[in-house]
């Protein structure tokens, strides 16, 4: 009985303190989606369970390797004990239901997190070695970039065009594999203005790591003049035109799409040859191209490459960028790019 009441004590304690440790989690980033409430909330129970599992097993292990260790001149074997069938129907009973509640938690969760909304916006996310990009139905635009007005529900439907990928925004806590050949949904109702970014949560080739993409988190007003913008239907309110981007911002906005859009993954900035040709001085290079001609990387060439890469392909190199930057880039995106471009040597 003494070491009963020893050995509940000792498991009460050290729940209680590493309950303590780890509440708030310090693990988790910001929660940035009304979404992210219910998954921390089911993710927390979780873990409080799991802490008082592991305290349990592992407390009764100690103090029985300290309490019942041998004495010394104890040459003797141990009590023998036979089963103990009440005890066994009680750990077999009281887990199951304890599985069996949180799979009710779980579906409960699940339905809030994937309820439809009236007003929510729709954007067709397309994943790919190694790229994203955003195409929004409601208005005709696309990016590569996925911008989100805060305060209203997204339906993303996910597409693969080659392998499988899969959708994660760690501030949303929301994950989905993308599938090529099918479609996947995903609802998000971002609540944290900010940058965030999406990655890639399935190993799909050697640009993996490198398959980012900026998620922006904008304020209502700020979100209607970025689609107006890339409307081309935005008009600059009085006395606030500013001057124009100098020549130094457009190389820096250039390196920053770059980044942005996944061309990192495949061109290399040092020479070295990966899925794609290098950069480094790639402005004004005669390039044999594998039809057996050769032509001078000039702008024209550069842009044609970029936005139909399947019309001149490089000798050596495989048809394997992707053809739609055509539409994902604004024409003064490209220019950006191809001002970098040309700083490449
Ligand atoms: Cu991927």
């Known amino acids: 009985m003494k070491h009963f009441i020893n050995v509940i004590l000792l498991v009460l304690a050290l729940t209680a303190l590493l309950l303590f440790l780890t509440d708030p989690p310090a693990w988790m980033p910001l929660a940035a989606s009304a979404e992210a409430g219910p998954v921390d909330w089911l993710f927390g129970l979780h873990m409080d369970v799991i802490i008082f599992l592991y305290v349990l097993v592992n407390g009764v292990l100690l103090y029985a390797v300290v309490a019942f260790r041998r004495k010394p001149g104890d040459t003797g074997d141990g009590a023998y004990f036979h089963s103990n069938t009440r005890l066994e129907i009680l750990w077999t009973v009281l887990p199951l239901a304890v599985v069996l509640y949180f799979s009710y938690l779980g579906l409960g969760v699940l339905r809030q997190t994937t309820a439809a909304a009236a007003d929510e916006l729709e954007v067709i996310v397309t994943a790919r070695q190694w790229s994203w990009s955003f195409e929004y139905p409601d208005y005709g635009i696309a990016a590569g970039e996925l911008n989100l007005p805060a305060g209203r529900k997204a339906h993303l439907v996910l597409r693969a065009e080659d392998v499988i990928h899969s959708f994660w925004v760690p501030e949303f806590r929301l994950k989905q594999d993308t599938v090529p050949g099918q479609e996947k949904y995903l609802r998000i109702t971002p609540t944290e203005v900010g940058a965030y970014k999406v990655r890639c ?84 290079r005669t390039e044999a191209l594998e039809d057996g001609s050769s ?45 970098y471009l040309k700083t490449l040597e």
């Open 201 to 284: 949560a399935e190993l799909c080739g050697t640009g993996h790591a490198a398959m980012l993409a900026p998620v922006n988190v904008l304020p209502p007003a700020e979100f209607d003049i970025w689609v107006q913008k890339r409307l081309g239907t935005y008009v600059e309110p009085e006395g606030g035109a500013g001057e124009g981007p100098g020549e130094e911002d457009i190389v820096a906005l250039g390196q920053q799409l770059a980044q942005a859009n996944g061309c990192i993954a495949c061109h290399s900035l040092d020479g070295s040859k990966l899925v794609g040709p290098s950069w480094k001085g790639v402005f004004g």
């Open 295 to 339: 032509i001078t990387a000039d702008e024209a060439y550069l842009r044609t490459a970029i936005i139909d890469p399947g019309s001149q392909i490089v000798a050596g190199f495989a048809n394997l960028m992707p053809a739609n930057y055509g539409d994902t880039l604004l024409p003064s995106e490209i220019d950006a790019i191809i001002a």
